[in-house]
């Protein structure tokens, strides 16, 4: 018996997940809206801080020890980036997001004695994971995925798009990309990197600095330009050193990481912003699994400086 095969279309969902847009393309034989949605309510209630109902949420308070999968795998992950950054990456940081005011709880302007006391209970050597329990060495210590969830939420609807026989797909959701095959016109993915603008008080702005063409591949950006407060040498971002507890704006106003899955490089895009431009560029210029770029302001100047290395670079187009 004959039986003819099932014709695909494109299909497009967006929406808000954990306060920020998503946007999601896909070619299939039928709508996977309902196993997209799945998933992100799957991920919210493990590991978002924001959520008071979700598994990181009892971690934090010590109401529970066990482990789901997603939960491991974040620590896995965090704890490769973390080591390889010299500390840099750290999902334990969120007491001192808390503490300057960039958290679930309210904070301003920290003593410097407050941060050392927060430090004491601030690193991946206060965590260690045995089987399917959290093992804390301090009972204040809390978790916060939120520099690392939205890339491992664009690689699980990746694989499941993936798993449902789609070759041409893109997810973004927050500024994080993930991309395989070619868009709705047949031609590949592009993807824009904004251009850092700091005089818009923490509000959106999109002017392009280039463009990338990804295919099977993962960009991800992070910055000090969108969220932040003060002014002058009393400006603070959402960047905080998870080392030393220090949150400021320097020269470095933005990083954008390639890298084969969205996880890593949404991790390594938070991690080089703490790390600064100078070991970035040492640590990074012959890497060839991680493309990176850097945009720094001349404060002799006042113009933007851009670097990237030979992995990043091959990626721009032109289009």
């Known amino acids: 018996m004959f039986c003819p095969r099932e014709r695909k279309r494109f299909y497009s969902h967006e929406g808000v997940v954990w306060t920020t847009d998503y946007h999601i393309t ?11 949605q799945l998933i992100l309510g799957n991920l919210d209630i493990s590991v978002s801080p924001y959520n008071k109902a979700s598994l990181v949420t009892a971690l934090n308070e010590n109401t529970t020890t066990r482990l789901d999968a997603h939960v491991k795998r974040l620590l896995e992950a965090s704890r490769r980036v973390h080591d390889q950054s010299g500390g840099a990456f750290d999902p334990t940081v969120m007491p001192l997001v808390n503490a300057w005011g960039f958290g679930y709880k309210s904070g301003n302007m920290p003593s410097r004695a407050s941060l050392d006391s927060i430090l004491a209970f601030i690193g991946m050597d206060k965590v260690a994971v045995h089987g399917d329990t959290l093992v804390k060495r301090d009972p ?7 520099s690392i969830a939205k890339g491992m939420a664009c690689d699980e609807i990746g694989r499941m798009l993936a798993r449902n026989g789609a070759v041409n797909w893109m997810v973004e959701i927050g500024g994080e990309v993930m991309a395989c095959g070619v868009n ?19 509000e959106s702005s999109h002017e392009s600095a ?13 910055g000090n330009y969108r969220k932040w407060r003060g002014q002058g040498r009393d400006k ?3 960047i905080i050193d998870p080392r030393t507890g220090d949150s400021h704006v320097g020269t470095l106003l933005s990083v954008t990481v390639i890298a084969s899955d969205c996880m890593s490089a949404d991790a390594w895009a938070t991690a080089c912003m703490v790390m600064g431009e100078d070991r970035v560029k040492t640590m990074m210029t012959g890497r060839d699994d991680l493309g990176v770029m850097t945009i720094s302001a001349d404060t002799t100047t006042g113009n933007l400086i851009v670097w990237s290395n030979a992995r990043f670079s091959s990626k721009i187009t032109m289009q």
Do not use: C
Request: proline content about 6%; aromatic content about 6%; cysteine-free.
């Open 236 to 238: 603070v971002s959402h």
């Open 210 to 222: 280039m463009i990338l063409q990804l295919d099977s591949a993962a960009v991800a950006t992070s």
């Open 140 to 146: 204040r210590v809390m978790l916060d995925f939120s």
């Open 26 to 36: 896909y070619e299939a034989a039928h709508d996977l809206g309902d196993s997209i």
């Open 184 to 202: 709705p016109h047949h031609k590949p993915w592009h993807v824009s990197v904004d251009m850092p603008n700091s005089e818009t008080g923490g």
